[in-house]
């Protein structure tokens, strides 16, 4: 999840705030010296994440493109140069450009405003944005939502009671609702100085950069590894009583399967393994044998990883070679696999992905806890010569995909249903069975949508149908005609009698034959 951190570079950022009567220091100071911090603390345990530095005050300006380097970063952060008001709307402008240019709209991106909470004047003040964005046309439409995931972090160099003196946390609490909601607004606590700094951007990392550590077991081995993103907390809307469901710290792996046989399954997210033991990716050559993506500014890890056994590495090398995945449990009726990604022709990456949490989140494999060695089953599923395959396995009730749905997204396609109905109305009685099939048709289809006044309609053109009978026409035309809208017209009422959805109208019985 790549990260971009946007900096206020206007003039407010430079006034001065006394730092224990020693020399003076400036807000912008504060903020990057917080920055640093959090810049520091990704280096050591987020070295894969991709993150950028832009500056902004009237216009923005990207300093520095997404990057691994945390040194270029921190560089950039000491050439900061001042500029003049704050636009924050411009600023997030800046932002939707950079992420879609470089990751497009799918891919979810953390960003963190960094600034002292005040809005600019003007024009260009967040104030402003807030209050013309039901004023604006299609062309010049604010930037919140952004078109990709995001979470949004605000780092005010500034404490509660400071900016609630203005409407600044009210505006800032509308931008955090307007980006989805999904983030978060850190104050400094106390006064302003380098303490109250660090402990706000600890609160942050706290939050949002923490690593996630987990215990790898299969069988008797095991292995210490980091998940990277960390996987985030998720609520199932279909649960009677939601509750958040995290995923545990001790991951068991309780079973193999052929990639043929798990195909390409839908997943809710995919996360990077990585070996604690050697604080790496856990990359592969091409025999899959052992470790070869080393880092350089740490030497003696890759030397650990040659010289110490780690399963993590022999799994991936495993899964790697025989084409298989691991079926791994995240906790109660919540799954997930491991496999091999390749991430260069001679390079991959021991990857897991997370099914839905439920007991069966692959129907084609049936439910999870089913599943079972080989050598338990009476005869080999794959056959003697792997010519067959146990799945996808057969559901115990044969579904039918014959019958034929109603479903009306527009109005054009509940028209065509309609006119059907009166054109095989006014070819009774030759067409009785087509028109009554139809009928039936279209009665519990609206009966299903709760569509009453839909049954009443057609009712009464059933009943002008009749009116408009031609002399020449049969006399069991008016007879069948008026049976039929007099049904729709009980159904119509709710009455459980006439309006039971499994009813079908029947052919009033008629004989002209003396």
Known sequence: MPTVVLMDVSLSMTRPVSVDGSEEFQRKNLAVHGLNMLFEHMASNYRLEFTSLMAFSSLWELLVPFTRDYNALQEALSNLEDYDKTCVESAMQGVSN?????????????????????????????????????????????????????????MCVANAEELQMTDAMDN???????SGGDGQIFTMDGPLCMKSVQAMFGRLIDHAYSPFHAVLHCGNLSSDVQVFPRPEPIVMDEEVDPMPRAVNSDLEIFGFIEIADISSPPVISRHLVLPIAVNKASEVDDVGTGATDELEEEPSASQMAGKSPNFCVLLHGSLKVEGMVALVQLGPEWY??????????????????????????LPWLGKISHLGPISEAAENPYGEDDSKSPFPVQPSAKRSYAQNVTVWIKASGLQTDVQKILRNARKLPDKTQTFYK????????????????????????????????PDSAHPDAAFQLSHAAQQLKLASTGDSQYAAFDHNIVAMHTDFST
């Open 336 to 361: 997930g696999m491991l496999y091999s990604q390749a991430d260069s022709k001679k390079k991959s990456n021991l990857m897991m992905s997370l099914f839905e949490p439920g007991p069966d989140p």
């Open 438 to 469: 139809e009928l039936n048709r279209l009665r519990k289809a609206a009966l299903a949508f709760g569509f009453w006044e839909l049954l009443k309609g057609v009712a009464e053109l059933l009943e002008r149908e009749c009116t408009l009978l």
């Open 172 to 178: 800032l609490e509308e931008l955090l609702q307007l």
């Open 98 to 154: 950079v992420v879609q240019q470089e990751w497009g709209s799918a891919c979810p991106c953390q960003v963190v405003l960094v600034t002292d909470g005040s809005l600019g004047i003007g024009k260009g003040s967040l104030r402003y944005s807030l209050q013309t964005l039901k004023l604006r046309g299609d062309d010049k439409k604010f930037p919140l939502p952004f078109p990709f995931p995001t979470k949004l972090f605000i």
